[in-house]
C-alpha cells in the first residue's frame, strides 16, 4: 500500500472547484479509481466530471488525511512522527 495525494477540479454544487485528496491506495489507477468514487458519492459527480490533474505518491507523514495516518502509523511511529508543511512568513 502507497501514499497518494491526488489533485483536480470538480463540480460542487454550481461551481466547479479544486481539491486535493489524499488516499491509501495500491497503485495509482486504484488511487485514480478511489477519487472517482469518493467524489462522486459525497458531491454526486459523475467519472467524467471529475477532472483529475495529477496523482502523486506522497510521504504518508506529510499528509493530514486520517485515513492516511492510520494505515501507516507505525511507520510515522518508527520515523519519529509526522512532518508538519512549513509556515508560511507573514
Known sequence: M????ITGT???GSQRQKFSIDLVA???D???HRCYS???SRHK???RSIFIESINEIDPRTSTEPIVLNAFRDKI???GG???PAAEEE
Do not use: N, V
Open 30 to 32: 486504484d488511487a485514480e
Open 82 to 84: 509526522r512532518i508538519e
Open 26 to 28: 495500491t497503485s495509482t
Open 45 to 47: 459527480a459523475m467519472r
Open 38 to 40: 469518493i467524489i462522486g
Open 2 to 5: 502507497h501514499a497518494f495525494r
Open 10 to 12: 470538480a463540480p460542487f
Open 77 to 79: 511511529a518508527a520515523e
